[in-house]
């Protein structure tokens, strides 16, 4: 019964299924009594919370609902949450009262007396979750000085879980600031020693700055350590900025960008890698938050922050030389027209100069200057490498839906949809928030029908904005039929299936086929060997083509089981969207892509 209950709190107000309750409660072989013994769970419940907690059956699963109920994990969201925006805000002292605040909601070990299903599926995420609170918190408690109270602290955490880099860098940190600068470093030689005995790397960049910082004598007082020297304005003219307007405010990835923000700082420095990638499913937005930070990263680059699509409207990729020869007119180089017409396109090539002389001239231009260049929508990393090559100088920050092997030694940040607190703050940031909360049941429905797929929000709550007379339960009532949701989530010049086009167009043949064959999966967890039956095949060849879906953002991996198997699942969207091209003929490609 106590999994029973974890699972439908973990749930948020979302309905769990018989599917997902049975492989919670017993795995993948439940009895054969298994939707009797959880009915008898739910009549227990009912009786044990009293009437103030509804467990309604909603199929094809069971619903809590608690409104006047505080529920830990919710509260230490919601405080973690805002706690983040303060810490990023630079208001340290609000920052470390909200996030010690939201870690006392964790009373002991999270997930207690739960099946070992239900265990491995959510206790890690939520450990984690916690772990970058306590981090977030100790961050903000540096920022105001208070290195000497946090080294035993950080001393029992850095024993407790030697490997994670962060809080050994923070207990460096507090030593050096607290005199003890041998320490420190003993502290790093530790460190070092046991991430090349247990996983054969070498400290990462925040570990390894930080190291470098103490010798130096630099890890000063500061939110993240390093004191970094004062950079003089260039002289001359006002450097270039290709970049497109910026959202003031993206609601619900604050971690994102504060990881960005950190990881451009880091790489205008010289202490990170040159090449920074953002993938994720068409519509989660990747490109918003990709120019979102460049704009943010004015000062680590004062020579000019360009912007170049890599993709045409239709999701065709340009040729390099087009892309070369755009960004070197941003930079001011004249260019060469051409009446050679490109075979490839059939248009008119944008300079005559071959692409081997493009290369050279952009590595020239861009040499020895602090520039930041972001290239949207890559598909294909043979056609990024020229690009890569001419912007070797450069700091680059690439978006694109499949992750792209050919980008070596890149960081990357795999960009999921919202959960629900953030969906809330980003349809209620487009339609205003009064009007979602006097309709709190039709909203929930609206969140779930949108997935948390950013592009699906915002068009949500675009129409909803565009007809103030409407209540929100009409949308909902609208979106509840499978089959219309699609043709509901388009308004404005925005629209998820179109969005979704051209990562189906860049699948091979045979891939497509298994998108369409497996559109009756649903969207909770599987692995290969369900996929193998449905398709008909071997478990083996099953998995290929599930990794080629999950290379092309239209399926996610989702963990592993006890012996190491992946799980995959589909968003919502993306099944519905699969579902309409096995009914429906193959429409054009001229609907611009979504990023």
């Known amino acids: 019964m106590h999994t029973v209950l974890a699972a439908l709190l973990l749930a948020k107000g979302r309905v769990v299924s018989d599917s997902r309750l049975n492989f919670l409660l017993w795995g993948w072989e439940p009895p054969a009594t298994s939707g009797a013994q959880i009915y008898t769970y739910m009549s227990r419940l009912r009786k044990l919370l009293g009437d103030e907690v509804r467990i ?28 983040r925006a303060a810490l990023a805000q630079h208001r340290h002292r609000e920052a470390g009262a909200l996030l010690a605040e939201a870690l006392g909601h964790w009373r002991g070990t999270a997930l207690a007396n739960v099946t070992e299903h239900l265990a491995d599926a959510e206790l890690p995420q939520l450990e984690e979750a916690r772990m970058h609170t306590l981090e977030n918190r100790i961050e903000a408690d540096l920022a105001l000085g208070r290195h000497e109270h946090l080294t035993a602290e950080l001393t029992g955490l850095v024993a407790r879980h030697p490997l994670r880099e962060k809080l050994r860098a923070q207990l460096m940190t507090a030593l050096y600031r607290s005199g003890r600068q041998s320490d420190a470093l003993q502290s790093y030689y530790e460190g070092r020693t046991l991430l090349a005995d247990q996983l054969g790397i070498d400290p990462g960049e925040a570990l390894g700055s930080t190291y470098t910082a103490v010798l ?19 002289a001359g003219p006002v450097a270039p900025s290709t ?13 994102e960008i504060r990881t960005l923000r950190t990881q451009l700082a880091e790489s205008a420095m010289g202490r990170g890698p040159r090449h920074l990638l953002v993938t994720g499913m068409a519509g989660v937005g990747k490109t918003a938050l990709a120019v979102h930070v460049a704009h943010a990263a004015a000062g680590d680059f004062p020579d000019g922050r360009l912007f170049a699509e890599l993709t045409e409207a239709g999701g065709r990729p340009r040729r390099p030389e087009d892309v070369l020869a755009a960004l070197l007119r941003d930079l001011g180089e004249p260019s060469e027209e051409s009446e050679v017409t490109s075979p490839a396109t059939g248009g008119v090539m944008g300079d005559r100069r071959g692409c081997e002389d493009l290369v050279r001239l952009l590595r020239a231009r861009t040499s020895g200057r602090q520039l930041l260049v ?38 990357t940040m795999a960009l999921a949809p919202l959960g629900d607190p953030a969906a809330l703050d980003l349809l209620a940031a487009v ?16 969140l779930g029908y949108c997935g948390g797929l950013p592009l699906a929000l915002r068009i949500a709550g675009s129409r909803l904005l565009a007809r103030p007379f409407w209540p929100v ?13 699609l043709r509901e989530l388009s308004y404005g010049g925005m629209d998820v299936g179109a969005a979704l086009l051209p990562s189906l167009y860049a699948l091979p043949s045979p891939a497509r086929s298994v998108l369409v064959r497996l559109a009756g999966m649903g969207s909770e967890p599987f692995p290969a060997h369900r996929a193998a039956g449905v398709l008909g095949t071997t478990e083996a060849t099953a998995e290929h083509w599930l990794e080629q879906l999950v290379d092309g953002a239209l399926l996610d991996l989702c963990g592993v089981d006890l012996m190491g198997r992946p799980f995959y699942r589909f968003h919502e969207l993306v099944l519905l969207f699969a579902a309409g091209r096995a009914v429906a003929p193959r429409t054009s490609r001229r609907s611009p892509a979504a990023r």
């Not at 069971?62 to 230490?76: G, I, K, N, R, T």
């Not at 339609?431 to 609206?446: N, W």
């Open 56 to 83: 309604e059956r909603r199929p094809p699963g069971y619903l809590l609902q608690a409104p006047h109920s505080a529920v830990d994990l919710l509260e230490f969201e919601r405080l973690d949450r805002l706690g």
């Open 216 to 234: 130096k004598g630099t890890r000063g007082p500061g939110p993240g350590g390093a004191t970094r020297p004062a950079r003089e304005a260039p």
């Open 374 to 411: 972001v290239l949207d929508g890559a598909a294909e990393g043979g056609l990024l490498d020229p690009v890569l090559a001419g912007l070797q100088g450069a700091v680059v920050l690439i978006t694109g839906r499949t992750r792209l092997t050919q980008v070596i030694g890149a960081r």
């Open 243 to 255: 970049l497109p307007a910026d959202a003031d405010e993206l609601t619900g990835r604050e971690a």
């Open 431 to 446: 339609t205003g928030r009064a009007r979602l909360i006097a309709e709190p049941d039709a909203t929930d429905d609206l």
């Open 473 to 485: 339960a009409r949308l909902a009532q609208r979106m509840a039929a499978p089959e219309n949701r």
